[in-house]
């Protein structure tokens, strides 16, 4: 049997999540921005994956961690446009 397309969702999530830890963990602020905005998008993937899937609880976490990388994102663009506090 085929598995639909929103199975193969979480694979896409997963890497997302491995790619904007990658540029969050950067010493430029840009990246990490682009960090923040990534594991964004990963947070998105996961919900719409866990909803399908009746994973409560990791769409729970997924909402209170795209809480904490909106928050995140707003750091690294204020770090961005004021470099010399970058560090």
Do not use: C, Y
């Amino acid at each position: 049997m085929e598995a639909e397309w929103i199975d193969q969702l979480q694979w896409p999530a997963m890497a997302a999540t491995l790619l904007a830890a990658w540029l969050v963990g950067s010493r430029h602020a840009a990246l990490r921005n682009w960090g923040f905005w990534t594991f964004l998008g990963s947070n998105a993937l996961w919900i719409a994956w866990g909803l399908h899937d009746h994973a409560f609880a990791l769409v729970g976490l997924q909402v209170g961690l795209a809480a904490l990388n909106i928050r995140g994102a707003r750091k690294a663009r204020e770090a961005e446009s004021h470099p010399e506090a970058d560090g």
